[in-house]
């Protein structure tokens, strides 16, 4: 993948379009850029971040189902992270379930009313981050939320907490098992591996990033094809020219995977059924 890669909006089937609107957009901060019909668009300036699609006749996932681990949030600065964070842990507490220090970023997750992961996250310069052999440094560290907040949020943050700029940053699946998803996020896609938990998780990326994207086992060992349901309903991937989606195109292709393709974006699934758009900036 070209070094200039990163990740577009991701897409949820949704239930209640209503609550969700009022979540993504009342706690998580992002702005509602349009809503048209079933479909409502947030994100931040003229970004995209997350893209609700109403379809109420659908099924929740099942509990170990491959899909979505969470989209995770970038954030610009920290006082803009604790805004959002603020924001949330106020108005809907009951859906923070964690945070921690990864060395490379400062992260807290919240789970939206639908059973959706999200992370809100800050990355710390690429001159702080340590590699080993090819691979990224990263833990899991205690990082106290209530401390977090005290040292950066800002009267700005209190006042108007959707300030500043936001993309998504990274996305986590839910898969069946990493070896395939190494053959096909790292082997087929091209991705480049950056850090490994055995046979739970993979971490990948392009141009050196910590991870793009990331899949792991921890809830969904031995998932086959995700059936029609709520949950995740795309993956956007960005990449810099139409020279780079030819040619992963044509790379796709190769390999056997079936591909559709518009002129513009490049769609196919994953070995979990789940949905992958690839499209230039």
């Known amino acids: 993948m070209a070094a200039d890669t990163g ?4 897409t949820l089937r949704v239930g209640n379009l209503d609550a969700m609107i009022a979540y993504y957009r009342d706690a998580v901060t992002l702005t509602l850029l349009s809503h048209e019909g079933s479909v409502a668009v947030l994100g931040r300036g ?12 659908l099924a929740s996932p099942e509990p170990r189902a491959a899909g979505l681990f969470h989209t995770a949030i970038l954030f ?8 959002a964070v603020y924001s949330v842990a106020t108005k809907h507490p009951g859906t923070f379930t964690g945070s921690a220090d990864h060395l490379v970023s400062e992260a807290f997750y919240f789970t939206d009313p639908e059973g959706n992961g999200i992370e809100l996250y800050w990355d710390r310069q690429r001159t ?10 990263m833990a899991t560290l205690y990082l106290d939320p209530n401390a977090f907040i005290n040292e950066h949020l800002t009267e700005q943050g ?3 907490p959707s300030f500043g700029h936001a993309v998504v940053g990274h996305v986590h699946l839910s898969v069946g098992d990493v070896a395939s998803a190494r053959a096909f996020y790292v082997d087929q896609l091209g991705f480049e591996s950056t850090a490994e938990m055995g ?3 993979l971490f990948v990326s392009a141009g050196g990033y910590h991870h793009h994207m990331a899949m792991n086992t921890w809830n969904s060992s031995g998932a086959g094809k995700r059936r029609l349901a709520l949950g995740l309903g795309q ?12 040619a992963l195109g044509e790379r796709m292709s190769h390999y056997g995977v079936g591909t559709r393709h518009d002129g513009q974006t490049l769609s196919f699934d994953d070995p979990w059924s789940n ?3 690839v499209r230039t900036a």
């Open 158 to 160: 209190q006042t108007d």
């Open 235 to 246: 993956v956007d991937i960005v990449v810099p020219s139409s020279d780079d989606l030819g």
């Open 199 to 201: 046979n739970s998780a």
């Open 128 to 137: 702080a981050w340590s590699w080993t052999h090819g691979s990224i440094e």
């Open 46 to 57: 003229t970004t995209p971040i997350v893209i609700l699609q109403h379809a109420p006749e």
């Open 275 to 277: 949905l992958i758009r």
């Open 76 to 83: 610009d600065t920290q006082a803009q992270l604790a805004a």
């Open 7 to 10: 990740m577009g909006a991701v």
